[in-house]
RNA sequence: GCGGGUGUGGCGGAAUUGGCAGACGCGCCGGAUUUAGGAUCCGGUGUCACCGACAUGCAGGUUCAAGUCCUGUCACCCGCACCA
């Protein structure tokens, strides 16, 4: 056969198409699987492979299970909102909306070319009114029930986007969108309240199967430790200076106190403070400098004591002294913390550097050195001493302070609650009014979707405020509770509001009464598998679990994790062998593939390329590799004859459908397509297989390369689509072969190998092996002390 | 620093419970065919002192047998990073 990959990958795509395939029917009396792929952001550069990739690992699970009998949801659609567009639209002078059509367009045309199984009927864009009218009903929900909140605060501003970021986009002190260093802002913040789902995101991940990297990355994130709140005296006052400390323990070795540079107390107790200007004179300082540079200088350690108050340690009566240092951060704990130079690393250097004292409360370092973090047995500590675990020692001291009322166990959590408006166009008007005599109105749930007005400047103003702001006819309102004159919030969400739900719209797209019915997301959900990019792991995944949880405490959706798998491919790196990017120029582009090679090839390729989950750099020369095992496979038609099975390739065929079918169910698709390889060098070798076989051989490959498939299965006779037809089963009997090559070992070292009955004894292989010429001369004049035998493996006999 | 991971030919990468290291592909070498080839087909291809020995980052250990298990060590990648 002519391999004519144009005209047959054409006319496939629209066979599939017309028949409806890919569509997943709300039949509920069939078994369900719903896989979901992370949904692209339509930029202006169209997709790369790296996109391809990303989407082919489920795309090929969704074809398997087509092919096993599932109902199958396998949606696509874009997270269309977003700074990109917006900054496109402001370079042209193009409308968001022009600009996010016409980048749609050249995604869904780049996808359909590659062949990919989407239900495209099911497309959700999360610009449309239709879309965002849901996502701003949530936060509604979310508001109404004290989730979403309204704050002062300092944020993590970037001056280049002028927009606040959450702590999630702006890390390492820099914007996530520009890459520009982000300062903190003084601004009106509204939040989403995730740190009340902080324990639930946490406890949830002992439901689901996650790679065990993405759970830990998600443990760490939520940054959750246990230990106590603890009250300090103040000096000639009835205050109380309260820290937070995982090592309760320690307490008797406490030798200062070490308080944030934005701590109020110094504010309330100025006058008790006689050095304040220089203490003033630090915060300015400190304040200057951004979140980056401050965690930058690790090693050096600033501050400054202040003098005329002390703190008084609770359970010892001492006077200890307080000091300002920006090594402690307001945002984690109290802002304050009780500081134990003997045990912690931070402490030490500070205390080394202010000439503090250093107090020994657990034995077993030399604390003239260093900190000593390990346990021990506890010295100079009252009540605790001679004890030599750590976790009674803590039990205990927390009893004490419980008893004595001078502090009680905590937790705390690294995860912030998530900043969540922008001050752009392009993104969801957030649905608030605020009336001066009501103070802050939800647009009622009749009025949704919010819309976003027609705007002519998109750039976002000088101080930082929406485009929305400069719209009078959108800001001027009347209040929906009592009529008079209002005004509306102009910010909008961030991006990751849209996707926070997406995968809740698929089930139900075309839905105007609710989100999605119940009854329909009660058969889909869960997502069976969920596969993405590690980058999204901390932000989209944690943000999305955290609506799912909320939605689920609403009784609105019927389980309560969305994901019951995820996995997570690796890069597809440059031929340079370095991450694509457009600036080096080495970015692959899926379309030129294609034109080359075909979709086939292409989907070959990139599976086959390396271990899905790994990087792996893009080779052209081994691309050429996979057009000439698909051109072989095309010849395959021609050799096949007669029905049943080849004698000499059965066992070898349910081998294959064996490892296929198991490698694809672990994402290994490149020994899957490598077996493959292999039996079309056994078939090629053997001249001939049976029109059985070959049916067995293309159902096999047609989740790699659908079109290919499809063409020979038509040629054969078949009028069903393979993309429907069954997935081959196999005889684990006849996966065995009749004879097996032995190794044969003397003392461990391999001496050859031996063909044998592959159900032989021990005996009669141990005879066979003395009986064969070349091993007798070996063993010859040698006692045998021992007689290894691994049934198929090995035969290793020990002489002495 | 903390957390996660990876080290195997010239390259991408394979190796069930420890059981013939290098599957499969690329590249390379030789041959066939071709006006020509960066096309196609056939054969070969870990290294070396080549009937043998040595090889899975390095050094030890356990074992009849180690890429795989144990101890130590080095290098690299990813994530978080003064989180008390």
Redesign the pocket.
């Known amino acids: 056969m002519r391999y004519d990959f144009s005209s047959i990958e054409a006319k496939w795509q629209k066979k599939w198409e017309d028949a409806e395939v890919f569509r997943a029917r709300d039949d509920f009396s069939k078994p369900k699987f719903y896989g979901l792929i992370e949904f692209p952001y339509p930029s202006g550069a169209g997709m790369h492979v790296g996109h391809i990739k990303a989407f082919s690992g489920i795309e090929v699970i969704s074809r398997k299970r087509r092919m096993e009998g599932y109902n199958v949801l396998f949606p696509i659609g874009f997270d269309a909102f977003g700074l990109p567009t917006e900054n496109y639209a402001i370079k042209t002078g193009m409308h968001p909306r022009q600009v996010t059509d016409k980048n749609i367009k050249k995604f869904t045309s780049q996808l359909k070319r590659v062949g990919f199984s989407f239900d495209w009927s099911r497309t959700v864009d999360t610009t449309e009114e239709g879309y965002y009218k849901w996502t701003q009903w949530i936060f509604l929900k979310m508001f109404e029930n004290g989730l979403a909140f309204k704050d002062t605060a300092l944020v993590n501003y970037c001056p280049s986007c002028k927009v606040v970021l959450s702590?999630e986009d702006s890390?390492?002190g820099k914007c996530d969108i520009c890459g520009n260093e982000i300062i903190q802002k003084s601004k009106d913040v509204w939040y989403l309240r995730i740190t009340k789902y902080a324990d639930k995101l946490l406890s949830g991940l002992e439901e689901v199967d996650y790679l065990?990297?993405i759970k830990?990355?998600q443990i760490?994130?939520i940054?959750k430790?246990t230990?106590a709140f603890v009250n300090f005296g103040l000096s000639g006052t009835s205050e109380k200076l309260r820290i937070?400390?995982?090592?309760p323990d320690t307490l008797f070795g406490v030798t200062f106190m070490v308080i944030?540079p934005e701590h109020p107390m110094l504010d309330k107790h100025r006058e008790s403070i006689k050095n304040y200007d220089e203490v003033e004179a630090y915060r300015a300082e400190c304040a200057k400098k951004t979140e980056f540079e401050?965690?930058q200088?690790?090693k050096d350690?600033t501050g400054v004591r202040i003098d005329g108050i002390s703190a008084v340690n609770p359970v010892n009566g001492k006077d200890i002294p307080i000091y300002i240092s920006?090594?402690?951060?307001?945002?984690?704990?109290t802002?304050a913390?009780?500081a134990?130079p003997a045990h912690?690393e931070?402490d030490y250097?500070f205390a080394k550097k202010f000439g503090i004292d250093i107090i020994e409360v657990i034995k077993g370092g030399d604390i003239s050195k260093a900190a000593y973090t390990e346990s021990g047995e506890m010295i100079n500590s009252g009540f605790l001493n001679g004890l030599t675990d750590k976790k009674t020692s803590i039990e205990k001291m927390i009893a004490y302070l419980e008893e004595k009322g001078i502090g009680e166990p905590g937790v705390?959590y690294?995860m912030k609650d998530w900043a969540f408006n922008r001050q752009r166009y392009w993104g969801e008007p957030i649905p608030i009014i605020y009336c001066d005599k009501c103070g802050m109105v939800p647009v009622p749930y009749d009025q949704l979707p919010l819309r976003l007005p027609e705007v002519k400047n998109f750039e976002p103003g000088e101080g930082g405020e929406s485009p929305l702001a400069k719209i009078p006819e959108f800001v001027n309102c009347k209040c929906p509770k009592c009529g008079s004159d209002a005004h509306r919030e102009t910010d909008t969400m961030p991006q990751w509001a849209g996707s926070s739900w997406y995968f809740l719209r698929y089930i139900d797209p075309h839905n105007d009464k609710e989100f999605a019915s119940a009854e329909k997301l009660k058969y889909w959900m869960p997502v069976d598998w969920y596969n993405g990019g590690?980058?999204h792991v901390?932000r989209h995944m944690i943000y999305s679990r955290f609506w799912y949880k909320f939605l689920y405490d609403l009784g609105l959706v019927p389980t309560s994790e969305p994901y019951a798998k995820r996995t997570a491919q690796g890069l597809i790196l440059g031929p340079d062998g370095v991450k694509m990017s457009k600036s080096r120029g080495n970015v692959v582009d899926p379309n030129d593939i294609v034109d080359a090679y075909g979709a086939d090839v292409l989907r070959v390729y990139i599976l086959?390329?390396?271990?899905y989950a790994?990087?792996?750099?893009w080779?052209e020369?081994?691309l050429?590799?996979?057009?000439?095992?698909l051109?072989?496979v095309a010849d395959l038609p021609e050799k096949a004859k007669g029905t049943g099975a080849t004698p000499a390739l059965e066992s070898i065929f349910h081998k294959t459908i064996k490892k296929v079918s198991g490698d694809i169910e672990e994402l290994?698709f490149?020994?899957a397509?490598?077996q493959l390889?292999?039996l079309l060098?056994e078939i090629?070798a053997v001249g001939s297989l049976t029109v059985d076989e070959l049916s067995v051989y293309i159902r096999l490959l047609s989740p790699f390369a659908p079109h290919l498939c499809e063409e020979i299965w038509e040629g054969m006779g078949n009028r069903k689509l393979i993309a429907v037809a069954a997935w081959p089963e196999y005889d684990e009997n006849k996966t065995i072969d009749s004879t097996?090559?032995?190794?044969v070992?003397i003392?461990?070292?391999?001496k050859g190998?031996i063909t044998l009955p592959s159900d032989v004894t021990k005996e009669n292989a141990l005879a066979a092996v003395r009986a064969d010429e070349k091993f007798a001369s070996l063993i010859e004049g040698k006692t045998v002390v021992?007689e290894?035998f691994?049934p198929g493996?090995?035969i290793?006999l020990?002489l002495k």
């Not at 402690?328 to 704990?333: A, L, N, R």
Request: hydrophobic share 30%; charged share 25%; proline share 2%.
């Open positions: 702590n890390q390492g065990p990297n830990q990355q760490n994130w940054g430790s230990g937070y400390t995982t090592r944030a401050r965690t200088l690790v350690k920006d090594y402690v951060m307001m945002g984690y704990g802002g913390i009780m134990v912690d931070r250097d705390q690294k590690m980058e901390t086959f390329m390396g271990d790994s990087a792996a750099p080779s020369s081994s050429r590799g996979c057009k000439r095992f051109e072989r290994k490149n020994t397509i490598a390889m292999s060098n090629e097996v090559e032995m190794a070992q003392c461990g070292k391999l190998t021992k290894i691994v493996k090995i290793n020990v």
